[in-house]
């Protein structure tokens, strides 16, 4: 005997429902979530920076609704180029 949330639990954990196309709205907006060159994918990058620094550019970020990450990403290309 199942109740009645089961069977919605166990269609929600069905493998069809969990391979469905995205609307265009829930699409990964940073780099790391999207979808990388077969054979590139993203990597980790650490670095060491002050904690009120690092507070502004969230902030910033957030304000000009982009991430931290995309921005790391254009100043680095900017800088040195793309590879290969």
Do not use: C
């Not at 196309?21 to 060159?37: I, R, T």
């Not at 502004?56 to 254009?74: F, P």
Request: aromatic share 4%; glycine share 4%.
């Amino acid at each position: 005997m199942t109740s009645k949330f089961g069977d919605i639990i166990k269609e929600a954990r069905n493998q069809e429902n969990q391979n469905a196309v995205k609307p265009e709205s829930q699409k990964a907006s940073k780099p790391e979530e999207a979808d990388s060159v077969e054979g590139n994918p993203y990597v980790s990058l650490s670095i060491k920076v002050r904690l009120s620094q690092r507070s502004h550019w969230v902030a910033e970020a957030k304000r000009r609704r982009t991430s931290i990450t995309a921005d790391i990403i254009e100043a680095l290309t900017k800088k040195y180029g793309e590879s290969g």
